[in-house]
Protein backbone atom coordinates (compact mmCIF):
# COMPACT_ATOMS: atom_id res chain seq x y z
CA UNK A 1 0.00 0.00 0.00
CA UNK A 2 1.29 3.60 -0.69
CA UNK A 3 2.61 5.34 2.43
CA UNK A 4 2.69 9.29 2.73
CA UNK A 5 5.03 11.91 3.80
CA UNK A 6 3.46 15.14 4.71
CA UNK A 7 5.53 18.41 4.14
CA UNK A 8 4.57 21.58 6.26
CA UNK A 9 6.35 24.62 6.86
CA UNK A 10 6.26 27.20 9.36
CA UNK A 11 7.71 30.81 10.43
CA UNK A 12 8.49 32.41 7.24
CA UNK A 13 7.70 31.00 3.56
CA UNK A 14 10.52 30.47 1.04
CA UNK A 15 12.26 28.12 3.46
CA UNK A 16 13.00 25.64 0.88
CA UNK A 17 10.02 23.19 1.38
CA UNK A 18 10.24 21.80 -2.07
CA UNK A 19 14.44 21.32 -2.60
CA UNK A 20 13.60 19.48 1.04
CA UNK A 21 10.84 17.17 0.42
CA UNK A 22 12.66 16.55 -3.57
CA UNK A 23 15.82 15.89 -1.36
CA UNK A 24 14.15 13.40 0.91
CA UNK A 25 12.85 11.65 -2.26
CA UNK A 26 16.04 11.47 -3.93
CA UNK A 27 17.13 9.66 -0.80
CA UNK A 28 13.88 7.23 -0.80
CA UNK A 29 14.69 6.28 -4.42
CA UNK A 30 18.44 5.56 -3.66
CA UNK A 31 16.97 2.79 -1.24
CA UNK A 32 15.04 1.34 -4.43
CA UNK A 33 11.40 2.10 -3.06
CA UNK A 34 9.31 4.09 -6.16
CA UNK A 35 8.42 7.69 -5.00
CA UNK A 36 6.18 10.67 -6.39
CA UNK A 37 6.06 13.56 -5.33
CA UNK A 38 2.66 16.08 -4.96
CA UNK A 39 2.41 19.97 -4.09
CA UNK A 40 -0.47 21.25 -2.95
CA UNK A 41 -0.93 25.03 -3.23
CA UNK A 42 -3.51 27.10 -0.94
CA UNK A 43 -4.36 29.91 -3.14
CA UNK A 44 -7.89 30.03 -5.37
CA UNK A 45 -6.17 30.55 -8.64
CA UNK A 46 -7.13 27.05 -10.65
CA UNK A 47 -3.49 27.19 -11.58
CA UNK A 48 -0.13 29.48 -12.03
CA UNK A 49 -0.65 30.00 -15.36
CA UNK A 50 -2.54 33.66 -15.38
CA UNK A 51 -0.10 34.78 -12.35
CA UNK A 52 2.42 37.31 -12.74
CA UNK A 53 6.18 35.58 -12.59
CA UNK A 54 7.24 38.44 -10.21
CA UNK A 55 4.85 37.41 -8.03
CA UNK A 56 4.57 33.02 -8.54
CA UNK A 57 7.91 32.47 -10.16
CA UNK A 58 8.22 30.28 -13.25
CA UNK A 59 5.41 28.23 -13.95
CA UNK A 60 6.67 24.93 -15.17
CA UNK A 61 4.93 22.63 -17.62
CA UNK A 62 4.72 19.29 -17.36
CA UNK A 63 4.17 16.53 -20.74
CA UNK A 64 0.78 16.46 -20.16
CA UNK A 65 0.78 20.06 -20.47
CA UNK A 66 -0.28 21.22 -17.08
CA UNK A 67 0.96 24.77 -15.62
CA UNK A 68 2.23 24.26 -12.28
CA UNK A 69 4.23 25.14 -9.49
CA UNK A 70 8.11 24.98 -10.44
CA UNK A 71 8.76 23.10 -7.25
CA UNK A 72 7.46 20.43 -9.93
CA UNK A 73 10.93 21.34 -11.20
CA UNK A 74 12.85 20.75 -8.40
CA UNK A 75 10.58 17.55 -8.09
CA UNK A 76 11.71 16.18 -11.46
CA UNK A 77 15.50 17.64 -11.18
CA UNK A 78 15.72 15.46 -8.44
CA UNK A 79 14.33 11.93 -8.95
CA UNK A 80 13.58 9.61 -11.80
CA UNK A 81 9.97 10.14 -11.56
CA UNK A 82 8.01 12.27 -14.43
CA UNK A 83 5.44 14.60 -12.72
CA UNK A 84 1.92 15.23 -14.17
CA UNK A 85 -0.96 17.40 -13.51
CA UNK A 86 -2.25 15.26 -10.78
CA UNK A 87 0.94 16.11 -9.09
CA UNK A 88 -0.06 19.58 -8.23
CA UNK A 89 -3.11 21.06 -6.90
CA UNK A 90 -4.59 24.05 -5.73
CA UNK A 91 -7.22 25.24 -3.86
CA UNK A 92 -9.14 26.82 -6.64
CA UNK A 93 -9.13 23.22 -8.44
CA UNK A 94 -10.91 21.60 -5.39
CA UNK A 95 -13.73 24.44 -4.93
CA UNK A 96 -13.93 24.34 -8.70
CA UNK A 97 -14.39 20.62 -8.45
CA UNK A 98 -16.90 20.75 -5.48
CA UNK A 99 -18.75 23.06 -7.23
CA UNK A 100 -19.37 21.49 -10.11
CA UNK A 101 -20.35 18.51 -7.96
CA UNK A 102 -22.55 20.23 -6.30
CA UNK A 103 -24.42 21.89 -9.62
CA UNK A 104 -25.06 17.82 -10.79
CA UNK A 105 -26.34 17.04 -7.75
CA UNK A 106 -24.00 14.49 -6.51
CA UNK A 107 -24.33 15.47 -3.20
CA UNK A 108 -28.16 14.57 -3.22
CA UNK A 109 -28.85 18.11 -1.82
CA UNK A 110 -26.88 18.05 1.15
CA UNK A 111 -25.06 21.42 2.44
CA UNK A 112 -21.64 21.34 1.38
CA UNK A 113 -19.14 22.50 3.69
CA UNK A 114 -15.36 22.48 3.85
CA UNK A 115 -15.69 19.82 6.47
CA UNK A 116 -16.39 16.73 5.17
CA UNK A 117 -16.85 17.89 1.38
CA UNK A 118 -13.85 20.37 0.81
CA UNK A 119 -11.62 17.61 2.97
CA UNK A 120 -12.42 14.45 1.26
CA UNK A 121 -11.97 16.42 -2.07
CA UNK A 122 -8.20 17.19 -1.48
CA UNK A 123 -7.63 13.54 0.05
CA UNK A 124 -9.24 11.93 -3.47
CA UNK A 125 -6.82 14.58 -5.48
CA UNK A 126 -3.92 13.51 -3.33
CA UNK A 127 -4.55 9.91 -3.48
CA UNK A 128 -4.89 10.46 -7.41
CA UNK A 129 -1.44 11.93 -7.54
CA UNK A 130 0.01 8.86 -5.69
CA UNK A 131 -1.67 6.51 -8.26
CA UNK A 132 -3.47 5.13 -5.53
CA UNK A 133 -6.05 2.09 -7.26
CA UNK A 134 -4.11 1.85 -10.41
CA UNK A 135 -0.87 0.30 -12.11
CA UNK A 136 1.04 3.37 -11.03
CA UNK A 137 1.09 3.56 -7.67
CA UNK A 138 3.90 4.44 -5.73
CA UNK A 139 5.62 2.93 -2.96
CA UNK A 140 5.79 6.33 -0.97
CA UNK A 141 4.42 9.83 -2.03
CA UNK A 142 5.93 13.00 -0.66
CA UNK A 143 3.05 15.78 -0.37
CA UNK A 144 4.42 18.99 -0.34
CA UNK A 145 1.62 21.50 1.29
CA UNK A 146 2.19 25.41 0.32
CA UNK A 147 1.72 28.37 2.44
CA UNK A 148 2.61 28.51 6.23
CA UNK A 149 1.22 26.83 9.05
CA UNK A 150 -1.26 29.28 10.54
CA UNK A 151 -2.41 31.04 7.20
CA UNK A 152 -5.62 30.89 6.90
CA UNK A 153 -5.69 29.44 3.07
CA UNK A 154 -4.26 26.35 4.36
CA UNK A 155 -6.00 25.08 7.30
CA UNK A 156 -8.33 22.79 4.86
CA UNK A 157 -4.78 21.34 3.20
CA UNK A 158 -3.76 20.55 6.98
CA UNK A 159 -7.06 19.24 8.08
CA UNK A 160 -7.21 17.12 4.97
CA UNK A 161 -4.21 15.33 5.50
CA UNK A 162 -4.73 14.99 9.12
CA UNK A 163 -7.90 13.23 8.33
CA UNK A 164 -6.35 11.07 5.35
CA UNK A 165 -3.72 10.09 8.17
CA UNK A 166 -5.96 9.10 10.86
CA UNK A 167 -7.84 6.73 8.33
CA UNK A 168 -4.79 4.88 6.93
CA UNK A 169 -3.81 3.84 10.10
CA UNK A 170 -0.52 3.57 12.02
CA UNK A 171 2.36 3.97 9.95
CA UNK A 172 0.69 4.78 6.87
CA UNK A 173 2.01 8.53 6.99
CA UNK A 174 4.84 10.84 8.55
CA UNK A 175 4.92 14.29 9.09
CA UNK A 176 8.16 16.82 8.57
CA UNK A 177 7.52 20.36 9.55
CA UNK A 178 10.55 22.87 8.28
CA UNK A 179 10.71 25.65 10.40
CA UNK A 180 13.32 28.78 10.55
CA UNK A 181 15.67 29.31 13.58
CA UNK A 182 16.58 33.45 13.40
CA UNK A 183 20.33 34.40 14.05
CA UNK A 184 19.54 37.57 16.23
CA UNK A 185 23.63 39.46 16.24
CA UNK A 186 22.96 41.73 18.77
CA UNK A 187 21.75 38.68 21.67
CA UNK A 188 24.79 36.34 19.44
CA UNK A 189 22.65 33.39 19.26
CA UNK A 190 19.70 31.10 17.64
CA UNK A 191 16.28 31.56 18.65
CA UNK A 192 14.51 28.63 19.10
CA UNK A 193 10.85 30.32 20.24
CA UNK A 194 9.68 30.66 16.40
CA UNK A 195 10.30 27.21 15.59
CA UNK A 196 8.26 26.22 19.17
CA UNK A 197 5.49 28.38 18.48
CA UNK A 198 5.05 27.25 15.09
CA UNK A 199 4.69 23.63 15.70
CA UNK A 200 2.71 24.34 18.85
CA UNK A 201 0.25 26.02 15.99
CA UNK A 202 0.16 22.25 14.19
CA UNK A 203 -0.49 20.59 16.98
CA UNK A 204 -3.28 22.31 17.72
CA UNK A 205 -4.83 21.47 14.86
CA UNK A 206 -4.26 17.44 15.30
CA UNK A 207 -0.57 16.99 14.09
CA UNK A 208 2.80 15.64 15.26
CA UNK A 209 5.62 16.37 13.83
CA UNK A 210 7.83 13.45 13.18
CA UNK A 211 10.51 15.28 12.15
CA UNK A 212 11.87 19.09 12.37
CA UNK A 213 14.15 20.51 9.08
CA UNK A 214 15.44 23.26 10.95
CA UNK A 215 16.75 25.95 8.79
CA UNK A 216 19.34 28.87 9.87
CA UNK A 217 22.81 29.91 8.31
CA UNK A 218 24.38 28.06 10.25
CA UNK A 219 24.58 24.64 11.77
CA UNK A 220 22.33 24.06 14.88
CA UNK A 221 23.72 23.43 18.09
CA UNK A 222 23.38 20.45 19.61
CA UNK A 223 22.28 22.21 22.96
CA UNK A 224 19.58 24.40 20.87
CA UNK A 225 18.19 20.92 19.39
CA UNK A 226 17.66 19.52 22.78
CA UNK A 227 15.55 22.30 23.26
CA UNK A 228 13.85 22.14 20.88
CA UNK A 229 12.67 18.50 21.16
CA UNK A 230 11.97 19.29 24.75
CA UNK A 231 9.23 22.07 23.51
CA UNK A 232 8.16 20.32 20.78
CA UNK A 233 7.44 16.81 21.74
CA UNK A 234 9.86 15.30 18.73
CA UNK A 235 12.39 13.36 19.75
CA UNK A 236 15.98 14.53 19.37
CA UNK A 237 17.04 12.73 16.30
CA UNK A 238 14.18 14.04 14.34
CA UNK A 239 15.72 17.35 14.77
CA UNK A 240 17.34 17.63 11.63
CA UNK A 241 19.77 21.12 11.45
CA UNK A 242 19.42 22.37 7.83
CA UNK A 243 22.42 25.03 7.43
CA UNK A 244 22.74 27.18 4.02
CA UNK A 245 24.53 25.22 1.58
CA UNK A 246 26.48 26.74 -1.61
CA UNK A 247 24.63 24.22 -3.52
CA UNK A 248 21.16 22.76 -3.30
CA UNK A 249 22.67 19.38 -4.62
CA UNK A 250 24.63 19.05 -0.92
CA UNK A 251 21.13 18.89 0.52
CA UNK A 252 20.31 15.01 0.13
CA UNK A 253 24.13 13.91 1.67
CA UNK A 254 22.98 15.95 4.54
CA UNK A 255 19.66 14.87 5.62
CA UNK A 256 21.48 11.58 5.53
CA UNK A 257 23.86 11.87 7.60
CA UNK A 258 20.97 13.50 10.30
CA UNK A 259 19.29 9.93 9.52
CA UNK A 260 16.37 11.65 8.35
CA UNK A 261 15.42 8.90 5.52
CA UNK A 262 16.26 6.41 7.90
CA UNK A 263 13.66 7.81 10.68
CA UNK A 264 11.15 8.03 8.19
CA UNK A 265 11.54 4.49 6.60
CA UNK A 266 11.56 3.24 10.71
CA UNK A 267 8.38 5.26 11.06
CA UNK A 268 6.83 4.05 7.86
CA UNK A 269 7.57 0.70 8.70
CA UNK A 270 9.52 0.13 5.23
CA UNK A 271 12.52 -2.70 5.25
CA UNK A 272 14.92 -1.01 2.48
CA UNK A 273 18.74 -1.03 1.58
CA UNK A 274 20.83 1.67 2.30
CA UNK A 275 20.81 4.63 0.63
CA UNK A 276 23.20 4.87 -2.06
CA UNK A 277 24.80 8.44 -2.55
CA UNK A 278 27.50 8.12 -4.91
CA UNK A 279 25.63 10.18 -7.97
CA UNK A 280 25.26 12.65 -5.21
CA UNK A 281 28.58 12.91 -4.28
CA UNK A 282 29.62 12.78 -7.54
CA UNK A 283 27.70 15.65 -8.61
CA UNK A 284 28.60 18.04 -5.37
CA UNK A 285 32.37 16.98 -6.42
CA UNK A 286 31.51 18.13 -10.02
CA UNK A 287 29.88 21.44 -8.88
CA UNK A 288 32.93 22.24 -6.22
CA UNK A 289 35.74 21.89 -8.81
CA UNK A 290 35.20 23.80 -12.24
CA UNK A 291 37.92 23.71 -14.79
CA UNK A 292 36.95 27.14 -16.30
CA UNK A 293 34.13 29.72 -16.51
CA UNK A 294 31.73 30.93 -19.08
CA UNK A 295 30.02 34.29 -19.07
CA UNK A 296 26.18 34.43 -19.94
CA UNK A 297 24.03 37.14 -20.69
CA UNK A 298 20.03 36.68 -19.96
CA UNK A 299 18.22 39.25 -21.22
CA UNK A 300 14.75 39.32 -20.37
CA UNK A 301 11.63 41.29 -18.64
CA UNK A 302 11.42 39.31 -15.30
CA UNK A 303 14.83 39.86 -14.20
CA UNK A 304 13.57 41.37 -10.38
CA UNK A 305 13.14 37.68 -9.44
CA UNK A 306 15.71 35.14 -10.43
CA UNK A 307 12.84 32.05 -9.98
CA UNK A 308 11.03 33.42 -13.08
CA UNK A 309 14.03 31.63 -14.53
CA UNK A 310 14.41 29.31 -12.40
CA UNK A 311 14.26 26.29 -15.24
CA UNK A 312 16.88 28.07 -17.37
CA UNK A 313 18.84 29.05 -14.27
CA UNK A 314 19.51 25.44 -13.35
CA UNK A 315 19.63 24.21 -17.42
CA UNK A 316 22.36 26.65 -17.74
CA UNK A 317 24.40 25.53 -14.98
CA UNK A 318 24.04 21.37 -15.41
CA UNK A 319 25.12 22.33 -18.63
CA UNK A 320 28.31 24.13 -17.50
CA UNK A 321 29.16 21.24 -14.87
CA UNK A 322 28.82 18.83 -18.83
CA UNK A 323 31.54 21.18 -19.99
CA UNK A 324 32.92 21.52 -16.94
CA UNK A 325 32.96 25.50 -15.97
CA UNK A 326 31.20 27.63 -14.09
CA UNK A 327 28.70 29.91 -15.73
CA UNK A 328 28.22 33.19 -14.67
CA UNK A 329 24.81 34.36 -15.37
CA UNK A 330 24.09 38.33 -15.43
CA UNK A 331 20.43 39.13 -15.90
CA UNK A 332 19.80 42.06 -17.88
CA UNK A 333 16.46 43.86 -17.83
CA UNK A 334 15.44 44.17 -22.08
CA UNK A 335 13.59 47.26 -21.17
CA UNK A 336 17.03 49.32 -20.65
CA UNK A 337 18.51 48.13 -24.16
CA UNK A 338 18.58 49.97 -26.78
CA UNK A 339 20.64 50.92 -29.91
CA UNK A 340 22.99 53.37 -27.52
CA UNK A 341 23.79 51.00 -24.79
CA UNK A 342 23.57 47.13 -27.26
CA UNK A 343 27.49 47.39 -26.61
CA UNK A 344 27.50 46.31 -23.17
CA UNK A 345 26.77 43.00 -24.49
CA UNK A 346 30.03 42.63 -26.03
CA UNK A 347 31.25 41.57 -22.57
CA UNK A 348 29.70 38.04 -22.71
CA UNK A 349 30.52 34.85 -24.59
CA UNK A 350 27.10 33.57 -24.74
CA UNK A 351 23.66 35.52 -25.02
CA UNK A 352 20.51 33.71 -24.39
CA UNK A 353 17.04 35.93 -24.45
CA UNK A 354 14.41 32.99 -22.98
CA UNK A 355 10.06 33.40 -22.75
CA UNK A 356 7.75 36.05 -21.52
CA UNK A 357 4.66 37.44 -22.51
CA UNK A 358 3.68 40.75 -23.61
CA UNK A 359 5.17 43.98 -25.15
CA UNK A 360 7.69 45.43 -22.67
CA UNK A 361 11.16 45.66 -23.26
CA UNK A 362 10.37 43.71 -26.81
CA UNK A 363 12.19 46.10 -28.76
CA UNK A 364 15.20 45.46 -25.97
CA UNK A 365 15.18 41.87 -27.50
CA UNK A 366 14.98 42.37 -31.04
CA UNK A 367 18.16 44.94 -30.30
CA UNK A 368 19.69 41.77 -28.35
CA UNK A 369 19.13 39.18 -31.33
CA UNK A 370 20.24 41.66 -33.65
CA UNK A 371 23.49 42.21 -32.00
CA UNK A 372 24.21 38.84 -31.29
CA UNK A 373 23.30 37.70 -34.76
CA UNK A 374 25.71 40.75 -36.33
CA UNK A 375 28.35 40.34 -33.72
CA UNK A 376 28.56 36.60 -34.01
CA UNK A 377 27.99 36.08 -30.04
CA UNK A 378 26.16 32.57 -29.66
CA UNK A 379 22.83 33.36 -29.03
CA UNK A 380 19.83 30.62 -27.74
CA UNK A 381 16.14 32.45 -28.25
CA UNK A 382 13.77 30.25 -26.17
CA UNK A 383 9.86 30.70 -26.92
CA UNK A 384 9.86 34.52 -27.38
CA UNK A 385 13.41 34.71 -27.95
CA UNK A 386 13.14 32.52 -31.13
CA UNK A 387 10.16 34.38 -31.89
CA UNK A 388 11.66 38.22 -31.41
CA UNK A 389 15.33 36.54 -33.47
CA UNK A 390 12.53 35.95 -36.86
CA UNK A 391 11.24 39.27 -36.13
CA UNK A 392 14.68 40.87 -36.37
CA UNK A 393 15.92 38.74 -39.11
CA UNK A 394 12.77 39.44 -40.98
CA UNK A 395 13.31 43.61 -40.39
CA UNK A 396 17.19 43.62 -41.20
CA UNK A 397 18.15 40.42 -43.71
CA UNK A 398 14.26 39.53 -45.89
CA UNK A 399 13.82 43.27 -46.18
CA UNK A 400 10.36 43.41 -43.97
CA UNK A 401 10.94 46.29 -42.63
CA UNK A 402 7.82 46.19 -40.32
CA UNK A 403 7.63 42.55 -39.54
CA UNK A 404 6.40 42.46 -35.96
CA UNK A 405 4.20 39.88 -33.80
CA UNK A 406 0.03 40.54 -33.72
CA UNK A 407 1.02 40.38 -29.79
CA UNK A 408 2.55 43.42 -29.83
CA UNK A 409 1.69 45.09 -32.59
CA UNK A 410 -2.10 43.61 -33.63
CA UNK A 411 -2.72 45.83 -36.43
CA UNK A 412 0.54 45.01 -37.94
CA UNK A 413 0.77 44.76 -41.44
CA UNK A 414 3.63 41.86 -41.71
CA UNK A 415 2.69 39.68 -39.26
CA UNK A 416 5.46 37.32 -39.09
CA UNK A 417 4.53 36.01 -35.73
CA UNK A 418 0.66 35.25 -35.08
CA UNK A 419 -2.00 33.50 -33.69
CA UNK A 420 -2.84 30.98 -36.32
CA UNK A 421 -6.18 32.71 -37.03
CA UNK A 422 -4.52 35.68 -37.66
CA UNK A 423 -2.36 34.58 -40.68
CA UNK A 424 -2.72 36.20 -43.69
CA UNK A 425 -2.75 35.76 -47.26
CA UNK A 426 -0.76 37.64 -49.61
CA UNK A 427 -3.87 39.39 -50.59
CA UNK A 428 -4.38 40.53 -47.24
CA UNK A 429 -7.20 38.18 -46.52
CA UNK A 430 -7.01 36.19 -42.91
CA UNK A 431 -5.93 32.52 -43.34
CA UNK A 432 -8.66 30.60 -41.73
CA UNK A 433 -7.04 27.57 -39.58
CA UNK A 434 -8.08 23.95 -40.77
CA UNK A 435 -11.35 22.57 -38.97
CA UNK A 436 -9.44 20.19 -37.36
CA UNK A 437 -6.75 22.44 -35.70
CA UNK A 438 -7.23 22.45 -31.87
CA UNK A 439 -5.08 25.72 -31.43
CA UNK A 440 -6.54 28.56 -32.80
CA UNK A 441 -5.64 31.80 -30.06
CA UNK A 442 -4.97 29.31 -26.98
CA UNK A 443 -2.30 27.81 -25.16
CA UNK A 444 -0.03 25.25 -27.06
CA UNK A 445 0.74 23.16 -24.00
CA UNK A 446 3.29 19.90 -23.10
CA UNK A 447 5.26 17.88 -25.09
CA UNK A 448 5.08 17.69 -28.71
CA UNK A 449 6.73 16.27 -31.98
CA UNK A 450 8.82 18.00 -34.69
CA UNK A 451 10.75 16.34 -37.15
CA UNK A 452 14.45 17.54 -37.66
CA UNK A 453 15.97 18.83 -40.88
CA UNK A 454 18.90 16.66 -41.52
CA UNK A 455 23.23 19.30 -42.40
CA UNK A 456 22.06 21.52 -39.24
CA UNK A 457 22.74 22.04 -35.88
CA UNK A 458 19.26 21.31 -34.75
CA UNK A 459 19.83 17.89 -36.49
CA UNK A 460 23.55 17.44 -34.67
CA UNK A 461 21.72 18.12 -31.11
CA UNK A 462 18.96 16.15 -31.55
CA UNK A 463 19.22 13.88 -34.56
CA UNK A 464 15.87 13.32 -36.45
CA UNK A 465 12.84 14.07 -34.20
CA UNK A 466 13.01 16.24 -31.23
CA UNK A 467 10.51 16.01 -28.39
CA UNK A 468 9.99 19.16 -26.21
CA UNK A 469 7.16 20.58 -24.18
CA UNK A 470 5.64 23.97 -25.45
CA UNK A 471 3.84 27.14 -23.38
CA UNK A 472 3.14 29.62 -25.93
CA UNK A 473 -0.01 30.92 -28.05
CA UNK A 474 1.87 32.93 -31.06
CA UNK A 475 3.20 31.03 -33.81
CA UNK A 476 5.78 32.02 -36.83
CA UNK A 477 3.30 32.65 -39.74
CA UNK A 478 3.73 30.28 -42.92
CA UNK A 479 2.79 32.79 -45.06
CA UNK A 480 6.43 34.47 -44.62
CA UNK A 481 8.71 31.21 -44.08
CA UNK A 482 9.39 30.93 -47.92
CA UNK A 483 10.83 34.90 -47.88
CA UNK A 484 12.43 34.10 -44.58
CA UNK A 485 14.88 30.95 -46.51
CA UNK A 486 15.26 32.85 -49.66
CA UNK A 487 17.31 35.33 -47.22
CA UNK A 488 19.53 32.24 -45.37
CA UNK A 489 17.27 31.95 -42.37
CA UNK A 490 17.18 27.96 -41.65
CA UNK A 491 14.08 26.22 -40.55
CA UNK A 492 15.16 23.20 -39.08
CA UNK A 493 12.16 21.51 -37.36
CA UNK A 494 8.69 21.81 -38.16
CA UNK A 495 5.46 19.93 -36.05
CA UNK A 496 5.08 16.72 -37.55
CA UNK A 497 1.19 17.54 -37.46
CA UNK A 498 0.61 21.26 -37.97
CA UNK A 499 3.99 21.68 -39.56
CA UNK A 500 4.82 24.39 -37.30
CA UNK A 501 7.95 26.41 -36.88
CA UNK A 502 10.22 24.44 -33.84
CA UNK A 503 13.66 25.48 -34.83
CA UNK A 504 14.84 28.57 -36.53
CA UNK A 505 19.36 29.15 -37.32
CA UNK A 506 21.73 30.63 -39.34
CA UNK A 507 24.02 28.42 -41.07
CA UNK A 508 27.41 27.79 -39.52
CA UNK A 509 29.32 29.12 -42.44
CA UNK A 510 26.83 32.80 -41.40
CA UNK A 511 27.27 32.88 -37.78
CA UNK A 512 28.99 29.83 -35.35
CA UNK A 513 25.93 29.23 -33.49
CA UNK A 514 22.53 31.33 -33.54
CA UNK A 515 19.38 29.04 -32.54
CA UNK A 516 16.04 29.74 -31.70
CA UNK A 517 13.17 27.14 -30.41
CA UNK A 518 9.61 27.70 -30.02
CA UNK A 519 9.46 25.01 -27.70
CA UNK A 520 10.70 25.41 -23.57
CA UNK A 521 13.96 22.69 -23.66
CA UNK A 522 14.88 23.80 -19.65
CA UNK A 523 11.95 21.89 -18.27
CA UNK A 524 13.84 18.56 -19.75
CA UNK A 525 17.85 19.16 -17.94
CA UNK A 526 18.75 17.60 -15.54
CA UNK A 527 22.15 17.33 -13.19
CA UNK A 528 23.21 14.21 -14.74
CA UNK A 529 23.44 14.80 -18.37
CA UNK A 530 22.19 18.23 -18.50
CA UNK A 531 19.86 19.28 -21.69
CA UNK A 532 21.65 18.33 -25.13
CA UNK A 533 20.70 22.19 -26.05
CA UNK A 534 22.11 23.82 -23.64
CA UNK A 535 24.85 21.87 -23.35
CA UNK A 536 25.70 23.16 -27.03
CA UNK A 537 25.01 26.49 -26.69
CA UNK A 538 27.35 26.39 -23.71
CA UNK A 539 29.86 24.58 -25.37
CA UNK A 540 29.66 27.35 -28.46
CA UNK A 541 30.15 30.02 -25.40
CA UNK A 542 33.38 28.65 -24.27
CA UNK A 543 34.57 28.51 -28.12
CA UNK A 544 33.70 32.42 -28.28
CA UNK A 545 35.41 32.58 -24.75
CA UNK A 546 38.72 31.49 -26.31
CA UNK A 547 38.47 33.18 -29.77
CA UNK A 548 38.43 36.49 -27.78
CA UNK A 549 41.19 35.39 -25.04
CA UNK A 550 43.20 34.67 -28.44
CA UNK A 551 42.57 37.67 -29.90
Partial sequence: MTKFVFVTGGVVSSLGKGIASASLAALLESRGLKVTLIKLDPYLNVDPGTMSPFQHGEVYVTDDGAETDLDLGHYERFIEARMKKANNFTTGQIYKSVLEKERRGDYLGKTVQVIPHVTNEIQDFVKRGAGIGTRDAVDVAIV????????????????????????????????VHLTYLPWLGAAGELKTKPTQHTVQKLREIGIQPDALLCRADRRIPDEEREKISLFTNVAAWGVISMPDVDTIYKVPRLLHEQGLDGLICDKLRLNTPPAKLARWDNLVQAVGNPQGEVNIAMVGKYVELSDSYKSVNEALRHAGLKNHVQVNISYIDSETLSSSNISQLDAYDGILVPGGFGQRGVEGKISTAQFAREGKVPYLGICLGMQVATIEFARHVAGLADANSTEFEPDTKTPVIALIDEWKDADGTIQKRSANSDLGGTMRLGAQTSDVRKDTIAHAIYGDVVTERHRHRYEANVNYLDQLRDAGLVISALTQREQ????????????????????????????????????AFIKASLTQRAAKSAS
Fill in 500 to 535: LTEVVELPTNVHPWYVGVQFHPEFKSTPWDGHPLFN
Fill in 144 to 175: EIGGTVGDIESLPFLEAVRQLSLRMGPNMAAF
